[in-house]
């Protein structure tokens, strides 16, 4: 069974920057594709960004709301996926979840939830203005 663990939220003014990391144990982490989604109180789970399986470093994909402020990346050496977020506002104030593919070279399915089959703890992060 994998396991997730998110880290770096925390409470940042708005215009600064995070960087969230999600370390993988229990898989072979450079066969799975990796997303990451936030959940503010109120409102539904919403894609943030998504990086493909691809042993050479993976394509990428955006939320609207996020794009040319967030950057998805991802170490397979460390078993470790990112997510650096710049500009930051504040309705980016949200929990953020990391999540892996329920199997291996699922392709380009990473903007919806239901092709993840594992889920990290969640971790927070407040944009204050």
């Known amino acids: 069974q994998v396991q997730l663990v998110e880290s770096g939220g925390g409470l940042v003014q708005a215009g600064d920057s995070l960087r969230l990391s999600c370390a993988a144990s229990?898989?072979?982490?450079?066969?799975?594709?990796m997303g990451w989604f936030r959940q503010a109180p109120g409102k539904e789970r919403e894609f943030v960004a998504g990086?493909?399986?691809?042993?050479?470093?993976?394509?990428?994909y955006y939320g609207d709301s996020v794009k040319g402020r967030f950057t998805i990346s991802r170490d397979n050496a460390k078993n470790t996926a990112y997510l650096q977020m710049n500009s930051l506002k504040p309705e980016d104030t949200a929990v953020y979840y990391c999540?892996?593919?329920?199997?291996?070279?699922?392709?380009?399915?990473?903007?919806?939830?239901?092709?993840?089959?594992?889920w990290g703890q969640g971790t927070q992060v407040t944009v204050s203005s």
């Open positions: 999540a892996i593919h329920r199997a291996q070279h699922m392709g380009g399915a990473v903007t919806s939830a239901e092709y993840f089959g594992s």
């Open positions: 229990g898989r072979t982490f450079s066969q799975y594709g």
């Open positions: 990086v493909t399986w691809n042993y050479a470093g993976g394509t990428t």
